[in-house]
């Protein structure tokens, strides 16, 4: 079984910087496509980012591209999304996910990642 555990979430001001991680347990952590989807209040839910098993190829919603870049560290079976330029919109929960499946050249709906995390808060006040 494979877990998939957030930290880093928080409290910042618009124009601010965050970075949430994602450690991988279970299985190995080279066998899955990471990403990140994340829910607000009141909308839908929406894929943010994904890298690829190997980091070959990154995928980003037009909403953060050009602000959040997605990575991991298959050495350290950790995930990361750096946030920068934060806007009070990017208020959401955001949650790890991963998937067996390759990519296939995009950004997976939020409902096709096979596993996903508990969440953690990321909050930008105006």
């Known amino acids: 079984q494979v877990l998939l555990a957030e930290s880093g979430g928080g409290l910042v001001q618009t124009g601010g910087s965050l970075r949430v991680s994602c450690e991988v347990s279970?299985?190995?952590?080279?066998?899955?496509?990471m990403g990140w989807f994340r829910h607000a209040p009141g909308k839908e839910r929406e894929s943010v980012a994904a890298i690829s098993h190997s980091a070959y190829s990154r995928h980003y919603a037009d909403s953060v591209k050009d602000r959040f870049i997605i990575s991991r560290d298959n050495a350290k079976n950790t995930a990361y999304l750096q946030m920068t330029s934060l806007k009070p919109e990017d208020t959401a929960v955001y949650y790890c996910v991963a998937k067996e499946k390759p990519l296939s050249g995009r950004l997976p709906g939020p409902g096709e990642w096979d596993y996903w995390g508990q969440g953690t808060q990321v909050t930008v006040s105006s």
């Open positions: 279970g299985r190995t952590f080279g066998d899955y496509a």
